[in-house]
């Protein structure tokens, strides 16, 4: 190789936008670029001379860290993902690559690290998943992640011998909120029921918006039913107070029906039609309450 082409080769390393470390074959640090001390927070004087081992954050096992060495120990190069930690504290990930480097009797000598950041793209993919799995206009868990998050906690309930309830919650008379005060108060009250339900249950149980006004809550680990209907009569109860919006008092109810696991079903589907048929019992008889076929 060329001096020219040595040159050129050193400055394409230290000014890559991707992260460049390379260490001796013991893990010590004998050289960084500018993007690993950017990404990381630490200057090269804080680097060198240490080990990898000040990025890292814990997430990843020692049994992780174990196969890693073997790989590279071998003499082939080893590629993943890692969650790295900064000299701040914050947590980054980045996709990187290890590749051992061999003089001319074919020993290894060194080992050079190439991270590209994968933490906007991460973060990005979680937002994606959170969309998918929450309600826009409140922020509560969907439809579907109920079912999901139901179908588990059934499983875990036969497993252990344990009893669940499924609560379907509906809204009294909310057509009359959206024609009569218009979509703008009838969010803004959804949006409130929604705090007021998150307020109203223990912090195991799950709350979530199935779609307009309908509302589901998930109860487990229960001991008694007695457990159940306190609940169901805290729901009701703070959803009964008035809400008020931008001095606009507005007064509604709700109605609540209830399932039990393993009585009333055994499979996600089966409890939320239990659940929805008890619900519109409640409102047969004039709504602002709660069931639970005994």
């Known amino acids: ?3 020219t082409a040595q040159k050129l080769l050193i400055r ?7 992260a460049v470390m390379i260490t001796n074959r013991y893990g010590r640090i004998v050289w960084v ?3 690993l001390c950017r990404l990381s927070g630490f200057d090269e004087v804080e680097l060198l001379g240490k080990t990898p081992n000040i990025l890292r954050s814990g997430v990843q096992s020692a049994a992780f860290y174990q196969v890693l060495w073997e790989t590279i120990l071998a003499g082939q190069p080893w590629q993943g993902e890692l969650v790295e930690q900064s000299k701040d504290g914050k947590l980054f990930t980045v996709n990187q690559i290890i590749t051992p480097l061999f003089d001319d009797a074919g020993a290894i000598t060194h080992f050079i690290a190439i991270q590209h950041d994968m933490t906007s793209q991460r973060s990005e993919r979680e937002k994606i998943k959170h969309l998918a799995y929450h309600d826009s206009l409140t922020g509560l868990p969907n439809r579907q992640y109920f079912l999901d998050m139901l179908a588990s906690a059934i499983d875990a309930a036969a497993k252990q011998h344990r009893m669940l ?3 379907f919650l509906d809204l009294d008379h909310f057509k009359s909120v959206n024609d009569n005060l218009g979509h703008a108060i009838g969010d803004k009250l959804l949006i409130a029921v929604a ?3 998150l307020g109203a249950v223990r912090k195991s149980d799950l709350v979530a ?3 307009g006004d309908e509302f589901t809550v998930l109860v487990t680990d229960l001991a008694d039913i007695v457990d159940v209907k306190a609940v169901a009569h805290q729901l009701v109860t703070a959803i ?3 809400f008020v919006f931008d001095q606009l008092q507005v007064l509604t109810h709700s109605s609540v029906g209830i399932s039990l696991y393993p009585r009333d079903g055994s499979s996600a589907d089966e409890l939320l ?4 048929t008890e619900m519109y019992r409640v409102k047969a008889q004039g709504g602002s309450g709660w069931r639970l076929d005994t």
């Open 209 to 211: 918006r199935l779609g």
């Open 240 to 242: 009964s107070q008035p």
């Open 1 to 3: 190789m060329t001096r």
């Open 165 to 167: 309830a499924v609560m």
């Open 195 to 197: 705090g007021r339900l």
């Open 273 to 276: 039609a239990k659940a929805d």
């Open 12 to 18: 394409a390393f230290v000014t890559a936008a991707n």
């Open 33 to 35: 670029n500018q993007a």
